[in-house]
T-cell receptor, first 112, second 116 residues
Framework: SQQGEEDPQALSIQEGENATMNCSYK?????LQWYRQNSGRGLVHLIL?????REKHSGRLRVTLDTSKKSSSLLITASRAADTASYFC????????????FGTGTRLKVLA | NAGVTQTPKFQVLKTGQSMTLQCAQD?????MYWYRQDPGMGLRLIYY???????DKGEVPNGYNVSRLNKREFSLRLESAAPSQTSVYFC???????????????FGDGTRLSIL
């Protein structure tokens, strides 16, 4: 069963604009990760946020986590054409966890 | 720095044939994983190996077997391929078993498998 659901499913923006994508999940988590997948490639880890953290930054990426709403957002600032990719959230549950549950992803297209 | 290497990159099989997907990592990671990715479904865990010598089922293990050959290599075998197993298969590795504080997974570029 799906744990993380990204929203929107697809997003198209102009270069230089900010891109925001959201992830909602159903059960309590230990941590949440965001990954990027370029067409025809494997997933690349972007950032991890733990359940006791509310916000993390990495370069042009900003991730927030709201455990009360069971949601996270990924903000990419000043987007570039090279940011065109699919973005996935992955959640690790708190109890007996040994795996991450991946969402279905947001397809981001950045137009030059 | 190769990271996670998967072979083959593409494969077409007929229903009932068997094959083994190979995966090797050069990062000295303890844990390795096999996922399948289908349109609109995200990634689903097939099997994982917490450490050399151990393997466990994930969400969708039916029709698959795995072998953790050594610390570097983790193979996935389809004994009797079915059209429902047409998918893109990804191998991943991490320093330690996920959930113990969280560890990034490192992915290979996938094997695109079609079963006719």
């Amino acid at each position: 069963s799906q744990q993380g659901e990204e929203d929107p499913q697809a997003l198209s923006i102009q270069e230089g604009e900010n891109a925001t994508m959201n992830c909602s999940y159903k059960t309590s988590i230990n941590n949440l990760q965001w990954y990027r997948q370029n067409s025809g490639r494997g997933l690349v880890h972007l950032i991890l946020i733990r359940s006791n953290e509310r916000e993390k930054h990495s370069g042009r990426l900003r991730v927030t986590l709201d455990t009360s709403k069971k949601s996270s957002s990924l903000l990419i600032t000043a987007s570039r054409a090279a940011d065109t990719a699919s973005y996935f959230c992955a959640t690790a549950r708190t109890s007996g966890t040994y795996k991450y549950i991946f969402g279905t992803g947001t397809r981001l297209k950045v137009l030059a | 720095n190769a990271g996670v290497t998967q072979t083959p990159k593409f494969q077409v099989l007929k229903t009932g044939q068997s094959m083994t997907l190979q995966c090797a990592q050069d990062m000295n990671h303890n844990s390795m994983y096999w996922y399948r990715q289908d349109p609109g479904m995200g990634l689903r865990l097939i099997y994982y190996s917490a450490s050399e010598g151990t393997t466990d089922k994930g969400e969708v293990p039916n029709g698959y077997n795995v072998s953790r050959l050594n610390k570097r290599e983790f193979s996935l075998r389809l004994e009797s391929a079915a059209p429902s197993q047409t998918s893109v298969y990804f191998c991943a590795s991490s320093e330690a078993l996920l959930g113990t504080g969280g560890r990034a997974q490192h992915f290979g570029d996938g094997t695109r498998l079609s079963i006719l």
